[in-house]
């Protein structure tokens, strides 16, 4: 018997497409083509995103318990506004953790995670990242990486948590290129301490970067809100 392959839309999976609308979506609200507190119909997200109602709805869903959107009954979706308040927080219980993870690196004997770092941010200027993108990546898997290193699995279930929930802004740090290069050297101090087991300083060093992170973060943020905005109001003259 002749078996007949599937059409490509047939063979694709509907979770596939849901999870395509997923990130298209989220996209759009990381990069502020959906500004915070803007509300919008599933129809006319249908008919930018260019996909049918169901796997929108999975998409929307999604993001809705995540924090990213809100849902209003019989009056459509809104993009969740900012809340700083909630950023503060989850980057002062961010803090905690990582504190925590680089006294226990600064106590363990084996710390083969430090290697890997050091190989990533231990580098001349020359062999640094310098696209934005790529250093928004190595700077989250950095961070994840000290606290992966305690093995206690639920610190990293938690931290991963934080991790997604602060993406949206903390992303922004890197569109600058001041900002990049002290990351390295930030990281490259950081690293040093834990090697030598000092960890009062390591601890220091470590919140004054996420502080001084949070700090640009809030600024470009508001900056970009207020340049979004500026381009809507001309574009609608």
């Known amino acids: ?75 459509g979706w809104q993009v969740a506004p900012l809340d700083f308040d909630t950023f503060d927080q989850l980057y002062d219980l961010r803090v905690l953790l990582e504190a925590h ?44 990486a000290l606290v992966s290193a305690t093995g206690n699995h639920e610190m990293v279930r938690v931290h991963e948590d934080i991790t997604e929930r602060i993406r949206i802004i903390r992303r922004l740090d890197f569109t600058k290129v001041a900002r990049v290069e002290a990351t390295y050297d930030e990281h490259a101090r950081i690293l040093r301490a834990i090697t030598r087991r000092r960890t009062d300083e390591a601890q220091r060093l470590l919140r004054a970067h996420i502080e001084q992170s949070k700090l640009e973060v809030r600024h470009i943020t508001l900056d970009m809100l207020y340049q979004a905005r500026q381009r809507i109001a001309a574009s609608q003259g």
């Open 1 to 75: 018997m002749e078996l007949v392959s599937p059409s490509p839309s047939a063979a694709l999976p509907a979770i596939t497409l849901a999870e395509r609308v997923y990130a298209q979506i989220k996209q759009l609200i990381f990069d502020f083509q959906l500004l915070p507190g803007e509300r919008f119909s599933e129809s006319d997200l249908a008919n930018r995103v260019q996909v049918s109602r169901t796997p929108l709805r999975q998409a929307l869903q999604r993001l809705q318990r995540e924090g990213f959107l809100l849902v209003f009954p019989k009056s």
């Open 101 to 144: 993870a680089v006294a226990r690196l600064c106590e363990m004997e084996d710390r083969p995670a430090l290697k890997d770092l050091a190989d990533t941010w231990l580098v001349p200027p020359g062999e640094r990242q310098t696209a934005f993108v790529a250093v928004d990546r190595l700077d989250e898997a950095f961070h994840t």
